[in-house]
């Protein structure tokens, strides 16, 4: 708004009780009527500027509240995704049970009984172990197929691991000399947490067919 306006306005509501004494008797100059109009029509537009600046107002509260939802929601969503991806010893925990599963399964008849293989005792898969022939301390053999095998509580944790017998059931199953070098063998290996992934995927679809298959 002008310098000019302001003053119209300023004189126009200064002489309002004079106007309304003219209006009433009929009794308007042009000069006045112009005056008159000029004051309705400034009056009009400070009206229009005013609800104009209110609803800047209200829009420029709103978008800082938008801007502030948006910074929430993405902090909310960064806070699931952190949540979501587990560490690597999480995985770890998750890789074993899974592979776990997987021998008890792979050792169960149709029926879900296993046999113990240090003392041939008949254990249904829930209640057998997996037992590591080369402890699972190392990690080329922990996960190995060759190496784990459904073991009964008893020879597992009383006898810990009936290493003797065991021996003789690897001998058994496969040839002495290959014992031998897995007893040997201190490769140290590392695997990375995308192949912990994979592993997890693979030992989970193994699980599944394994499940169908023997129907236990």
Not at 58 to 74: D, M, N
Not at 92 to 113: M, N, P, Q, T, W
Request: contains cysteine; positive net charge.
């Amino acid at each position: 708004m002008t310098t000019l306006e302001k003053v119209l306005i300023y004189e126009a509501l200064e002489r309002n009780k004079k106007y309304k004494e003219e209006i009433k008797k009929g009794k308007l100059s042009d000069k006045v009527k112009v005056k008159i109009e000029k004051w309705k029509i400034l009056q009009d537009r400070a009206r229009a500027k005013a609800l104009i600046n209110n609803q800047k107002r209200k829009i420029s509260s709103l978008s800082k509240v938008v801007k502030k939802t948006k910074k929430l929601s993405q902090w909310v969503s960064i806070r699931k995704v952190k949540k979501k991806t587990k560490s690597r010893s999480q995985l770890v925990k998750e890789l074993d049970a899974i592979f776990s599963r997987y021998i008890r399964l792979r050792d169960a008849d149709d029926k879900g009984i296993c046999t113990c293989i240090t003392c041939w005792e008949k254990v249904h898969r829930k209640n057998i172990q997996n037992w590591h022939f080369i402890s699972r301390g190392n990690y080329k053999y922990r996960r190995s197929v060759v190496n784990c095998w459904s073991q009964c509580m008893p020879c597992n944790i009383y006898k810990s691991g009936n290493y003797i017998a065991y021996t003789l059931a690897m001998i058994w199953k496969y040839w002495e000399w290959i014992v031998r070098e897995m007893q040997k063998d201190k490769e140290l290996i590392k695997i990375s947490t995308p192949e912990i992934r994979e592993m997890i995927e693979k030992y989970k679809y193994e699980v599944e067919l394994l499940m169908k298959v023997k129907k236990v």
